[in-house]
Protein backbone atom coordinates (compact mmCIF):
# COMPACT_ATOMS: atom_id res chain seq x y z
CA UNK A 1 0.00 0.00 0.00
CA UNK A 2 1.05 3.53 -0.95
CA UNK A 3 0.03 7.26 -0.53
CA UNK A 4 -1.31 8.87 -3.17
CA UNK A 5 1.47 11.22 -2.96
CA UNK A 6 4.38 8.57 -3.20
CA UNK A 7 2.79 8.11 -7.09
CA UNK A 8 1.87 11.55 -7.68
CA UNK A 9 5.36 12.76 -6.52
CA UNK A 10 7.03 10.32 -8.70
CA UNK A 11 5.22 10.79 -11.35
CA UNK A 12 5.31 14.26 -11.00
CA UNK A 13 9.57 14.16 -11.05
CA UNK A 14 9.31 12.17 -14.09
CA UNK A 15 7.17 14.35 -16.10
CA UNK A 16 3.66 13.28 -15.75
CA UNK A 17 1.53 16.59 -15.06
CA UNK A 18 -1.59 16.12 -17.09
CA UNK A 19 -4.53 13.76 -15.48
CA UNK A 20 -7.92 13.60 -16.18
CA UNK A 21 -10.40 11.06 -15.60
CA UNK A 22 -13.71 9.73 -14.19
CA UNK A 23 -13.86 8.86 -10.52
CA UNK A 24 -14.16 5.21 -8.81
CA UNK A 25 -14.28 4.95 -4.93
CA UNK A 26 -10.67 2.76 -5.00
CA UNK A 27 -9.25 5.87 -6.88
CA UNK A 28 -10.73 8.38 -4.17
CA UNK A 29 -6.90 9.04 -2.63
CA UNK A 30 -5.49 9.43 -6.33
CA UNK A 31 -7.94 11.57 -7.84
CA UNK A 32 -8.51 13.82 -5.05
CA UNK A 33 -4.88 14.24 -4.05
CA UNK A 34 -4.02 14.93 -8.12
CA UNK A 35 -7.40 17.71 -7.88
CA UNK A 36 -5.50 19.46 -4.86
CA UNK A 37 -2.00 19.37 -6.21
CA UNK A 38 -0.97 22.84 -7.73
CA UNK A 39 1.80 21.14 -9.31
CA UNK A 40 -0.86 18.89 -11.83
CA UNK A 41 -3.72 19.60 -13.60
CA UNK A 42 -7.10 17.97 -13.36
CA UNK A 43 -9.64 17.51 -15.38
CA UNK A 44 -12.72 16.33 -14.72
CA UNK A 45 -14.23 14.40 -17.78
CA UNK A 46 -17.99 13.15 -18.66
CA UNK A 47 -16.80 10.11 -19.78
CA UNK A 48 -14.32 7.96 -20.08
CA UNK A 49 -13.74 7.80 -23.74
CA UNK A 50 -13.70 11.65 -23.47
CA UNK A 51 -10.65 11.55 -20.80
CA UNK A 52 -8.91 9.88 -23.05
CA UNK A 53 -9.18 12.43 -25.97
CA UNK A 54 -8.68 15.33 -23.43
CA UNK A 55 -5.62 13.32 -22.73
CA UNK A 56 -4.14 13.55 -26.16
CA UNK A 57 -4.98 16.86 -26.94
CA UNK A 58 -2.42 17.68 -24.19
CA UNK A 59 0.07 15.43 -25.18
CA UNK A 60 0.07 16.93 -28.46
CA UNK A 61 0.81 20.44 -26.58
CA UNK A 62 3.63 19.05 -24.85
CA UNK A 63 2.39 17.16 -21.43
CA UNK A 64 2.98 13.60 -20.23
CA UNK A 65 -0.05 12.87 -19.29
CA UNK A 66 -2.59 9.81 -16.88
CA UNK A 67 -5.83 8.82 -17.53
CA UNK A 68 -7.40 7.26 -14.26
CA UNK A 69 -11.17 5.56 -14.12
CA UNK A 70 -12.78 2.41 -13.35
CA UNK A 71 -12.29 -0.40 -15.10
CA UNK A 72 -15.97 -0.44 -16.23
CA UNK A 73 -15.23 2.87 -17.88
CA UNK A 74 -12.70 0.94 -19.98
CA UNK A 75 -16.15 0.00 -22.47
CA UNK A 76 -16.60 4.21 -23.00
CA UNK A 77 -12.79 3.95 -23.25
CA UNK A 78 -12.22 1.27 -25.88
CA UNK A 79 -13.03 3.40 -29.14
CA UNK A 80 -10.21 6.53 -28.89
CA UNK A 81 -7.80 3.68 -27.57
CA UNK A 82 -8.04 1.87 -30.57
CA UNK A 83 -8.95 4.48 -33.50
CA UNK A 84 -7.24 7.77 -31.37
CA UNK A 85 -4.19 6.62 -29.70
CA UNK A 86 -3.61 3.42 -31.34
CA UNK A 87 -3.68 5.08 -35.11
CA UNK A 88 -2.32 8.57 -34.09
CA UNK A 89 0.53 6.63 -31.75
CA UNK A 90 -0.55 8.47 -28.87
CA UNK A 91 0.56 7.52 -25.73
CA UNK A 92 -1.07 7.77 -22.08
CA UNK A 93 -0.21 5.90 -18.69
CA UNK A 94 -3.10 5.28 -17.40
CA UNK A 95 -4.53 3.92 -14.09
CA UNK A 96 -7.83 1.52 -13.99
CA UNK A 97 -9.12 -0.03 -11.10
CA UNK A 98 -10.07 -3.42 -10.68
CA UNK A 99 -13.78 -3.67 -9.16
CA UNK A 100 -14.76 -7.50 -8.82
CA UNK A 101 -10.68 -8.57 -9.05
CA UNK A 102 -9.26 -11.61 -8.57
CA UNK A 103 -11.16 -13.37 -4.78
CA UNK A 104 -13.33 -9.76 -4.63
CA UNK A 105 -16.85 -9.81 -4.01
CA UNK A 106 -18.34 -6.57 -5.71
CA UNK A 107 -21.91 -5.77 -7.28
CA UNK A 108 -23.19 -7.61 -9.93
CA UNK A 109 -22.65 -4.50 -12.42
CA UNK A 110 -18.92 -5.39 -12.10
CA UNK A 111 -18.85 -8.89 -12.90
CA UNK A 112 -18.27 -9.79 -16.55
CA UNK A 113 -15.74 -6.84 -16.49
CA UNK A 114 -13.67 -7.35 -13.35
CA UNK A 115 -13.32 -11.08 -15.61
CA UNK A 116 -12.07 -9.75 -18.48
CA UNK A 117 -10.74 -6.41 -17.22
CA UNK A 118 -6.97 -7.76 -18.07
CA UNK A 119 -7.80 -9.93 -21.35
CA UNK A 120 -9.42 -6.19 -22.70
CA UNK A 121 -6.07 -4.41 -22.12
CA UNK A 122 -4.82 -6.82 -24.34
CA UNK A 123 -6.90 -6.99 -26.98
CA UNK A 124 -6.71 -3.40 -27.11
CA UNK A 125 -2.67 -3.99 -26.93
CA UNK A 126 -2.18 -2.09 -23.99
CA UNK A 127 0.56 -3.11 -21.76
CA UNK A 128 0.13 -3.56 -18.22
CA UNK A 129 0.99 -4.42 -14.95
CA UNK A 130 -0.47 -4.44 -11.23
CA UNK A 131 -0.27 -0.51 -9.34
CA UNK A 132 3.14 -0.27 -7.35
CA UNK A 133 1.75 -0.99 -3.74
CA UNK A 134 5.43 -0.24 -2.52
CA UNK A 135 7.05 3.19 -2.06
CA UNK A 136 10.16 2.29 -2.96
CA UNK A 137 8.65 0.72 -6.48
CA UNK A 138 6.71 3.35 -7.30
CA UNK A 139 9.40 5.55 -9.15
CA UNK A 140 10.65 2.15 -11.08
CA UNK A 141 7.43 1.57 -12.19
CA UNK A 142 6.73 4.69 -13.38
CA UNK A 143 9.86 5.21 -15.77
CA UNK A 144 9.11 1.36 -16.70
CA UNK A 145 6.24 2.38 -17.90
CA UNK A 146 6.92 5.95 -19.54
CA UNK A 147 9.91 3.69 -21.52
CA UNK A 148 7.31 1.45 -23.20
CA UNK A 149 4.97 4.08 -24.04
CA UNK A 150 8.59 6.14 -25.63
CA UNK A 151 8.86 2.87 -27.16
CA UNK A 152 5.25 1.60 -28.58
CA UNK A 153 4.05 5.23 -28.74
CA UNK A 154 0.74 3.69 -27.34
CA UNK A 155 -0.87 3.53 -24.18
CA UNK A 156 0.49 2.52 -20.86
CA UNK A 157 -2.07 0.33 -17.85
CA UNK A 158 -1.33 0.18 -13.92
CA UNK A 159 -4.23 -1.65 -12.89
CA UNK A 160 -4.96 -0.81 -9.34
CA UNK A 161 -6.66 -2.52 -6.87
CA UNK A 162 -9.05 -2.22 -3.71
CA UNK A 163 -6.86 -0.57 -0.97
CA UNK A 164 -3.54 -0.18 -2.87
CA UNK A 165 -3.56 4.01 -2.06
CA UNK A 166 -3.90 4.59 1.15
CA UNK A 167 -7.26 7.06 1.71
CA UNK A 168 -4.59 10.00 3.35
CA UNK A 169 -7.43 12.97 2.85
CA UNK A 170 -6.44 15.75 0.34
CA UNK A 171 -6.37 19.52 0.16
CA UNK A 172 -8.92 21.22 -2.28
CA UNK A 173 -10.69 19.88 -3.94
CA UNK A 174 -12.88 22.79 -5.57
CA UNK A 175 -14.75 22.45 -8.36
CA UNK A 176 -14.11 25.45 -11.54
CA UNK A 177 -16.66 28.13 -10.46
CA UNK A 178 -20.23 27.88 -11.86
CA UNK A 179 -20.35 30.44 -15.35
CA UNK A 180 -22.69 32.24 -16.47
CA UNK A 181 -24.77 31.48 -19.59
CA UNK A 182 -23.02 32.75 -22.55
CA UNK A 183 -24.61 35.08 -24.86
CA UNK A 184 -26.81 33.77 -27.59
CA UNK A 185 -26.61 35.60 -31.48
CA UNK A 186 -28.50 34.55 -34.61
CA UNK A 187 -26.76 35.57 -37.81
CA UNK A 188 -28.70 33.34 -39.85
CA UNK A 189 -29.36 34.94 -43.66
CA UNK A 190 -32.44 31.98 -44.66
CA UNK A 191 -30.45 31.85 -47.52
CA UNK A 192 -29.81 28.78 -49.81
CA UNK A 193 -27.04 26.59 -47.76
CA UNK A 194 -23.53 26.46 -48.59
CA UNK A 195 -21.42 23.17 -48.74
CA UNK A 196 -19.39 22.15 -46.09
CA UNK A 197 -16.64 22.59 -47.78
CA UNK A 198 -17.87 25.94 -49.07
CA UNK A 199 -18.05 26.32 -45.13
CA UNK A 200 -14.39 25.17 -44.43
CA UNK A 201 -12.95 27.34 -47.26
CA UNK A 202 -15.00 30.18 -45.63
CA UNK A 203 -13.21 29.92 -42.30
CA UNK A 204 -9.82 29.10 -43.37
CA UNK A 205 -9.98 32.57 -45.34
CA UNK A 206 -11.34 33.80 -41.66
CA UNK A 207 -8.51 32.64 -39.29
CA UNK A 208 -4.68 33.57 -38.70
CA UNK A 209 -2.09 31.07 -39.59
CA UNK A 210 -0.79 30.59 -36.50
CA UNK A 211 -4.38 28.84 -35.27
CA UNK A 212 -4.58 25.11 -34.92
CA UNK A 213 -7.58 22.89 -36.53
CA UNK A 214 -8.89 19.70 -35.20
CA UNK A 215 -11.28 18.40 -37.93
CA UNK A 216 -13.66 15.45 -36.83
CA UNK A 217 -13.67 11.98 -38.59
CA UNK A 218 -15.28 11.30 -41.90
CA UNK A 219 -15.35 13.69 -44.49
CA UNK A 220 -15.23 17.05 -42.71
CA UNK A 221 -11.22 15.64 -42.10
CA UNK A 222 -11.30 14.48 -45.61
CA UNK A 223 -12.01 17.91 -47.41
CA UNK A 224 -10.17 19.98 -44.90
CA UNK A 225 -7.38 17.85 -46.34
CA UNK A 226 -8.29 17.93 -49.90
CA UNK A 227 -8.71 22.38 -49.35
CA UNK A 228 -4.92 22.61 -48.27
CA UNK A 229 -2.73 20.30 -46.02
CA UNK A 230 -1.30 21.73 -43.49
CA UNK A 231 0.61 20.90 -40.58
CA UNK A 232 -1.77 22.59 -38.17
CA UNK A 233 -4.30 20.41 -39.27
CA UNK A 234 -5.55 17.30 -37.00
CA UNK A 235 -7.55 14.96 -39.20
CA UNK A 236 -9.31 12.56 -37.07
CA UNK A 237 -9.48 9.40 -38.67
CA UNK A 238 -11.84 7.83 -35.78
CA UNK A 239 -12.85 8.03 -32.73
CA UNK A 240 -16.32 9.79 -34.11
CA UNK A 241 -17.03 12.15 -31.02
CA UNK A 242 -13.76 12.98 -29.70
CA UNK A 243 -12.28 16.62 -31.55
CA UNK A 244 -14.37 18.68 -29.07
CA UNK A 245 -12.71 17.31 -25.93
CA UNK A 246 -9.12 16.57 -28.03
CA UNK A 247 -9.72 20.31 -29.06
CA UNK A 248 -10.04 20.89 -24.86
CA UNK A 249 -6.70 19.30 -24.04
CA UNK A 250 -4.64 21.52 -26.45
CA UNK A 251 -6.49 24.70 -26.18
CA UNK A 252 -6.13 24.26 -21.92
CA UNK A 253 -2.27 23.92 -23.05
CA UNK A 254 -1.25 26.77 -25.75
CA UNK A 255 -1.82 30.38 -25.91
CA UNK A 256 -2.33 30.25 -29.82
CA UNK A 257 -5.96 29.91 -31.25
CA UNK A 258 -7.56 26.38 -31.69
CA UNK A 259 -10.92 25.48 -33.97
CA UNK A 260 -12.40 22.11 -33.43
CA UNK A 261 -14.18 21.67 -36.53
CA UNK A 262 -17.11 19.00 -35.76
CA UNK A 263 -20.43 17.58 -37.15
CA UNK A 264 -23.68 17.16 -35.79
CA UNK A 265 -23.96 13.15 -35.24
CA UNK A 266 -20.23 13.31 -33.97
CA UNK A 267 -21.02 16.15 -31.78
CA UNK A 268 -24.28 14.32 -30.02
CA UNK A 269 -22.11 11.44 -30.14
CA UNK A 270 -20.26 12.75 -26.93
CA UNK A 271 -22.35 15.92 -25.53
CA UNK A 272 -20.82 16.02 -22.55
CA UNK A 273 -17.77 17.72 -23.76
CA UNK A 274 -19.76 20.50 -24.10
CA UNK A 275 -20.43 20.59 -20.29
CA UNK A 276 -16.78 20.10 -19.57
CA UNK A 277 -15.27 22.77 -22.24
CA UNK A 278 -17.58 25.04 -20.77
CA UNK A 279 -16.82 24.47 -17.26
CA UNK A 280 -13.06 24.58 -17.77
CA UNK A 281 -12.91 27.49 -19.93
CA UNK A 282 -10.58 27.70 -22.32
CA UNK A 283 -11.02 31.42 -24.33
CA UNK A 284 -8.82 30.72 -27.46
CA UNK A 285 -11.13 27.68 -28.31
CA UNK A 286 -13.63 27.95 -31.43
CA UNK A 287 -16.06 25.24 -31.53
CA UNK A 288 -18.00 24.78 -35.03
CA UNK A 289 -20.23 22.50 -35.11
CA UNK A 290 -21.17 21.79 -39.54
CA UNK A 291 -24.17 20.44 -39.16
CA UNK A 292 -25.81 19.17 -42.24
CA UNK A 293 -28.43 16.95 -40.06
CA UNK A 294 -27.04 13.90 -41.24
CA UNK A 295 -24.26 10.59 -40.95
CA UNK A 296 -22.77 11.73 -44.28
CA UNK A 297 -19.83 9.50 -44.05
CA UNK A 298 -22.49 6.31 -44.20
CA UNK A 299 -24.61 7.05 -47.20
CA UNK A 300 -26.80 10.44 -45.58
CA UNK A 301 -28.22 8.92 -42.91
CA UNK A 302 -30.44 11.32 -40.96
CA UNK A 303 -29.46 12.59 -37.29
CA UNK A 304 -31.74 14.32 -34.84
CA UNK A 305 -30.08 17.74 -34.74
CA UNK A 306 -32.82 19.30 -36.58
CA UNK A 307 -34.24 19.86 -32.46
CA UNK A 308 -31.07 20.42 -31.31
CA UNK A 309 -30.10 23.84 -30.44
CA UNK A 310 -26.12 23.39 -30.23
CA UNK A 311 -25.60 27.16 -29.86
CA UNK A 312 -28.19 27.70 -26.89
CA UNK A 313 -26.76 24.29 -25.19
CA UNK A 314 -23.43 25.31 -25.12
CA UNK A 315 -24.21 28.98 -23.92
CA UNK A 316 -25.78 26.74 -21.02
CA UNK A 317 -22.88 24.97 -20.26
CA UNK A 318 -20.73 27.95 -19.54
CA UNK A 319 -19.30 28.90 -23.26
CA UNK A 320 -18.73 32.15 -23.44
CA UNK A 321 -20.84 32.19 -26.35
CA UNK A 322 -23.05 30.13 -28.74
CA UNK A 323 -23.42 31.69 -32.50
CA UNK A 324 -26.19 30.31 -35.14
CA UNK A 325 -25.75 30.82 -38.82
CA UNK A 326 -26.92 29.36 -41.76
CA UNK A 327 -24.77 31.45 -44.84
CA UNK A 328 -21.14 32.32 -45.86
CA UNK A 329 -21.77 36.10 -45.04
CA UNK A 330 -23.47 35.04 -41.20
CA UNK A 331 -19.84 32.42 -40.88
CA UNK A 332 -17.53 35.12 -41.48
CA UNK A 333 -19.59 37.18 -38.93
CA UNK A 334 -19.82 34.67 -36.53
CA UNK A 335 -15.96 34.02 -36.30
CA UNK A 336 -15.10 37.91 -35.93
CA UNK A 337 -17.76 37.51 -33.02
CA UNK A 338 -16.07 34.62 -31.53
CA UNK A 339 -12.44 36.70 -31.53
CA UNK A 340 -14.09 38.57 -28.26
CA UNK A 341 -16.57 36.35 -26.75
CA UNK A 342 -14.53 36.23 -23.52
CA UNK A 343 -14.38 32.72 -23.51
CA UNK A 344 -15.25 29.56 -25.61
CA UNK A 345 -17.40 30.17 -29.00
CA UNK A 346 -19.15 27.44 -30.30
CA UNK A 347 -20.86 28.14 -33.83
CA UNK A 348 -23.61 26.47 -34.90
CA UNK A 349 -23.42 26.36 -38.86
CA UNK A 350 -26.15 24.68 -41.01
CA UNK A 351 -24.80 23.24 -44.40
CA UNK A 352 -26.45 21.37 -46.82
CA UNK A 353 -26.03 17.61 -46.89
CA UNK A 354 -23.55 16.09 -49.23
CA UNK A 355 -19.81 16.39 -50.68
CA UNK A 356 -17.81 16.33 -53.53
CA UNK A 357 -17.86 14.05 -55.96
CA UNK A 358 -14.41 11.91 -55.86
CA UNK A 359 -12.92 12.98 -52.72
CA UNK A 360 -10.03 11.36 -51.34
CA UNK A 361 -8.36 10.14 -48.01
CA UNK A 362 -5.68 12.16 -45.94
CA UNK A 363 -2.34 10.68 -47.82
CA UNK A 364 -0.25 11.45 -44.75
CA UNK A 365 -0.38 8.57 -41.78
CA UNK A 366 -2.08 9.43 -38.78
CA UNK A 367 1.13 9.31 -36.73
CA UNK A 368 2.89 11.88 -39.18
CA UNK A 369 -0.37 13.80 -38.76
CA UNK A 370 0.05 13.95 -34.56
CA UNK A 371 4.22 14.46 -35.04
CA UNK A 372 3.68 17.78 -37.17
CA UNK A 373 0.67 19.03 -35.24
CA UNK A 374 2.77 18.60 -32.06
CA UNK A 375 5.56 20.10 -33.42
CA UNK A 376 3.64 23.35 -35.02
CA UNK A 377 2.10 23.77 -31.44
CA UNK A 378 5.68 23.72 -29.52
CA UNK A 379 6.73 27.40 -28.64
Not at 18 to 40: E, H, M
Request: charged share 15%.
Amino acid sequence: MISAGDFLDAGHAAGVDFFTGVPCSFLTPLINGAIADTRLAYVAAASEGEAVAIASGAWLAGHKTAVICQNSGLGNAVNPITSLNYPFRIPTLMVVTWRAGLGLKDEPQHELMGRITPGLLDLMEVPHRPFPTSAADVALAIEEALLKMDKTGRPFAFIMQKGDVTNDGGGDMSAPPARARGQITDVCEGGELPSRYAAMETLLGGISDDTAIIATTGKCGRELFTINDRPQHLYQVGSMGCAAAMGLGVALNVERPVVVLDGDGAALMKLGSLATIGAYAPDNLVHVVLDNGTYDSTGGQPTVSASVDFAGVAADCGYGAGIRCDGRGGFIKALAQAKGSGGPTLIHMRVRPGSMSGLGRPTISPADVALRFKEFLSP
